[in-house]
Every structure is written in structure tokens, then in C-alpha cells.
């Protein structure tokens, strides 16, 4: 599969990198058999053309004191872009949102958030969330187990 301007050496190193950052521009260029300065020339390139957006390690959650997660469904009172862009806002400040949704459906914003544990979830909920204007309903949904969690994009 070709995507946009991506031969198939690139999507190669997008495929590499998703399933390990860590990989060296001489590793890469030993498992696609280039050389290292075309494996770094193209790197720059997807970082540039906005394909790779960042580089990041992923930590395990439960080692970290992470333990619960939430799926929070938000509804809120109004819907006008001000509104909508003023909840995105405020509420990606928060530390324990980790990843924020604006959906078509019943909720207008599903947020995954990571906390200690039910108590710091109750906190979060009451002190912050809470506290932000124009929310009419929060329900929010926790995990009991995460048999798939994997963050690489088919490609």
C-alpha cells in the first residue's frame, strides 16, 4: 500500500519505528539494506512532512502507579464553537486526561484517564472535571482488563 508521497522504503521505516522507536538510524538502515545516511535523510523528511509526529517511550502504566483507567463520556449544555473549543482546552491541561475525543453520538467528548485508583479518580472527578462550565453529564466507565493495547497504525 502507497500513501500519498510514501514509497515503500518509508512506510518501512514508519512500520519499524511504530513497532520500536528506539531503533538507531544504523539498525534501520542494516534491516531495509541502505545507508544510513538515506535511512536519516528520510526521517527528517517524515518528521517534516508531519508523518512522524513525535518519538516517545511507552511506559507500563501499572509499574508507574497508574492502575486505574477510566473512559469518561461528557456531555455538555451548549455546543458552540467557543464552547466546544473552550472544554478541549481546559480540560487538556489536566494531567490525568491522557487522551481526549470530540465524538458524533450521545457524548459530545469520551476522555481516557489515568489515575492511582478510584480515590484520585473521585478527586480528579470532583476538583476538576467538575468544576469546568457547560458539563451536564460525565459517565464514566472503568477497566477491568486490557486484553489488546497497541499503539501502531496499520500501514
Known amino acids: 500500500m502507497i500513501l500519498g508521497d510514501l514509497d515503500k522504503i518509508d512506510i518501512e521505516i514508519l512500520r519499524l519505528l511504530q513497532d520500536d522507536a528506539s531503533l538507531t538510524n544504523k539498525e534501520i538502515s542494516s534491516k531495509l539494506h541502505k545507508s544510513i545516511a538515506t535511512i536519516h535523510e528520510r526521517i527528517r523528511k517524515l518528521k517534516e512532512q508531519g508523518y512522524i509526529k513525535r518519538i516517545v517511550a511507552i511506559l507500563d502504566r501499572k509499574k508507574i502507579n497508574r492502575n486505574l483507567i477510566a473512559f469518561s463520556h461528557v456531555l455538555l449544555k451548549e455546543h458552540t464553537a467557543a464552547t466546544l473549543i473552550a ?69
Open 87 to 155: 472544554f478541549e482546552t481546559e480540560v487538556s491541561k489536566f494531567n490525568e486526561v491522557m487522551e481526549c475525543f470530540q465524538m458524533t453520538g450521545a457524548h459530545d467528548f469520551i476522555l481516557r484517564i489515568a489515575t492511582r485508583d478510584m480515590e484520585e479518580y473521585h478527586e480528579f472527578l470532583r476538583n476538576k472535571l467538575a468544576t469546568l462550565p457547560n458539563i451536564t453529564t460525565v459517565q464514566s466507565y472503568f477497566v477491568l482488563s486490557e486484553p489488546k493495547s497497541h499503539t501502531a497504525y496499520p500501514i
